[in-house]
């Protein structure tokens, strides 16, 4: 994990021509003094704001997470924004009028797109004191790294953002996790069989060198904290000999690095 302090502006200029789910998730330090002033302005006014672009249907949602305080990783950053995507898109623009030449364009069309979407929310307030609260939630936090991720596979049981979120950090020795995440016997036994609200894989889509940073992420998602530990049932072990068989074991796989336990504190689409 030395290099996981790592932030790439680019890659949302990146142009694909297929369509994927792709979030960009953005990991800051916030001091515990200012904790509750900026947690309040991320909620009540941009939170606000992304909800409309969530409604507009510039993107699928806008999550906003804290982490435990007695996670792994909390030391390093504090708080988690996940900005989803709609499929194929690689960035939330109400109005994406055709390529970007550079990342100046990007934020450019984006302050062009808050703009509009503020006045739909706060037609009240004015730019400058909209200007004040921004400059007030920057100074509040520290962004560690940003990070672009491809979603490979997952389930939702419960149609809304659970509360709680295990993000386990990981490095996989061979493409097997992937295509284990993609074969629809395992996804269909892993959903019976895991005790997870919800479950998420993806891929980290960004240049990664050397054994020295992770380069994959799942999420397991519980909508209440007490089902964290129960765990789920097994399963049959005529799947699991044929998973095995296919990819062979979880420890041949890949090895998780870190899991930071997060809790919900916003969801764009849920609120």
Request: with cysteine.
């Amino acid at each position: 994990m030395k290099r996981l302090l790592f932030t790439v502006f680019t890659i949302f200029i990146v142009n694909i021509s297929f369509s994927q789910q792709r979030m960009w998730v953005s990991f800051y330090k916030v001091d515990e003094n200012h904790r509750v002033e900026y947690e309040t302005l991320m909620k009540d006014v941009f939170g606000k704001i992304m909800k409309q672009r969530v409604e507009d249907g510039c993107m699928k949602n806008w999550i906003f997470r804290r982490v435990s305080n007695n996670s792994s990783m909390s030391e390093q950053f504090t708080h988690m924004t996940i900005d989803v995507y709609n499929d194929g898109a690689t960035n939330y623009l109400c109005n994406d009028e055709g390529n970007l030449d550079s990342f100046d364009d990007l934020v450019m069309k984006v302050n062009q797109d808050t703009e509009v979407i503020r006045k739909k929310v706060f037609p009240n307030q004015s730019k400058e004191v909209f200007q004040i609260l921004n400059s007030l939630k920057n100074s509040a936090r520290n962004i560690i790294y940003r990070t672009n991720l491809v979603q490979v596979s997952g389930f939702n049981k419960i149609g809304k953002t659970p509360k709680y979120a295990i993000w386990c950090f990981t490095k996989t020795k061979n493409q097997n996790y992937e295509k284990r995440h993609s074969d629809k016997d395992w996804l269909n036994a892993a959903k019976k069989s895991m005790g997870h609200d919800a479950w998420y894989s993806f891929k980290r889509d960004e240049p990664v060198t050397g054994t020295k940073e992770w380069n994959y992420i799942t999420i397991d998602a519980f909508d209440n904290e007490n089902e964290i530990y129960k765990g789920g049932s097994p399963m049959s072990s005529k799947t699991r000999d044929m998973i095995i068989k296919k990819y062979g074991t979880g420890s041949s796989q890949r090895e998780i690095w870190k899991r930071v336990k997060t809790e919900l504190i916003f969801s764009a689409k849920d609120n």
